[in-house]
Structure formats: structure tokens, C-alpha cells
């Protein structure tokens, strides 16, 4: 069993939709990020969390530390955040590390 | 802005080749990661350094070796290229940051073929 699950590994939506992926794991954390990643390749930061809510723009990343789960939600969802979005954590035992999901491919179409 | 480089963003070499792929960053960060990125598999480490001329194996370090003989470069090197090393390379670098977790910081990655 891997120590990050994302779900769904695929989503396909409409324009305007409300967007909910998934993020669950099984270690002891210190931290968890969510990435975004582009056709081409380049990753980006777009959240670290270790307790509670983050919002940037229509970009919400939520975090139970007591049910091991976070959520990483996108309102008003636009084609242009069509990607691959990824679960990483950071695990207690290692400062450097982190244990990567699979990622969820994200197609918002217009 | 942090700026992660990664010297070729296609690359097709052969088999038993010695393949050399550089990063550089250019915000004075202690760590820097390679990483490849293989479908449905996520991203994995092969190598990661905190400091000049340090390096720590990562998950899948076989057929890898690793150079930081500057604060801002860290190579990868394959040391005879073999098919099964077809993969998206991912660098990325990120802050020491005394034990607290600091964000990492990717290049555009190097899209590797071995022929």
C-alpha cells in the first residue's frame, strides 16, 4: 500500500465546476504540499500545510491531521487549470524527503 | 524568483553512453534533488545533497551517481545509459531551513530517450 493515496487519479469536469481531490496518508507528518504540474513537464508549489485551511485565489487546501486526509479544492474552475495535481509529505523521520502521491490529472473542459 | 535550470529539456542518447544532466539554482539553497517521473508511478528520488560535495542515495539510486562540487550545480550522471532510464528527470532545490519543511523548488525537467 503506498503511504500517500490521491483520488481520483483522473477527473474530467466542466467549465465552472467546483473541484474536490483527494489526498490521504499513513505516516506520522510534519508537513503536506500540494504541486501542480503543466503539459511540459514544470512542477509548481502552490500549497504547504501542516494544519488548517490555505486559500490563494480560487485555490483552497484543507488539512485533518487527526484523519490523516487533506483536500485541495478549486472553485470556478477555468481550462487553465488543466494539470496534474500532486499530494506530497513530508515525513517526521526525514527533513529532506518527501513521500510523493501518484498525482490526479485534472481536465477541465470549456 | 527562485530559478531552477536544467540544461536540455529533450535529450536521445544511446545505449552505454555516459549521460551527464545538470541543474542549476540560483538562490543559494542547501538541498537540491533529482527526481524521475515515470507514468503512473509519481515522482522518485535517485539522489539528494544538503551541502557541497554531500549526497545521500534516494529510493532508486542503481545505475545513478550524483555531483555537487558547487553550491548552486548538482549533476546526475548515468554512467552507461541503458533503455530502461527513459524517463522525465525532475531537479529541484529548497532551503535547509534548521529542521522546518521548506517548499521545493522544480526545474522544467529533462525529457531523457535511450535508444
Known amino acids: 500500500k503506498n503511504e500517500v493515496e490521491q483520488s481520483p487519479q483522473n477527473l474530467t469536469a466542466q467549465e465552472g465546476e467546483f473541484i474536490t481531490i483527494n489526498c490521504s496518508y499513513s505516516?506520522?507528518?510534519?508537513?503536506l504540499h500540494w504541486l501542480q504540474q503543466h503539459p511540459g513537464g514544470g512542477i509548481v508549489s502552490l500549497f504547504m500545510?501542516?494544519?488548517?485551511?490555505k486559500k490563494h485565489g480560487r485555490l483552497i487546501a484543507t488539512i485533518n491531521i487527526q484523519e490523516k486526509h487533506s483536500s485541495l479544492h478549486i472553485t470556478a474552475s477555468h481550462p487553465r487549470d488543466s494539470a496534474v495535481y500532486i499530494c506530497a509529505v513530508n515525513n517526521m523521520d526525514s527533513n529532506y524527503q518527501l513521500i510523493w502521491g501518484a498525482g490526479t490529472k485534472l481536465i477541465i473542459k470549456p | 524568483d527562485v530559478k531552477v535550470t536544467q540544461s536540455s529539456r529533450y535529450l536521445v542518447k544511446r545505449t552505454g553512453e555516459k549521460v551527464f544532466l545538470e541543474c542549476v539554482q540560483d538562490?543559494?539553497?542547501?538541498?537540491m534533488f533529482w527526481y524521475r517521473q515515470d507514468p503512473g508511478l509519481g515522482l522518485r528520488l535517485i539522489y539528494f545533497s544538503y551541502d557541497v560535495k554531500m549526497k545521500e542515495k534516494g529510493d532508486i539510486p542503481e545505475g545513478y551517481s550524483v555531483s555537487r562540487e558547487k553550491k548552486e550545480r548538482f549533476s546526475l550522471i548515468l554512467e552507461s545509459a541503458s533503455t530502461n532510464q527513459t524517463s522525465m528527470y525532475l531537479c529541484?532545490?529548497?532551503?535547509?531551513?534548521?529542521?522546518?519543511?521548506?517548499?521545493?523548488?522544480f526545474g522544467d525537467g529533462t525529457r531523457l530517450s535511450i535508444l
Open positions: 505516516v506520522g507528518i510534519s508537513a
Open positions: 538562490m543559494d539553497h542547501e538541498n
Open positions: 500545510l501542516s494544519s488548517g485551511k
Open positions: 529541484a532545490s529548497s532551503l535547509q531551513g534548521r529542521g522546518l519543511n521548506q517548499p521545493q523548488h
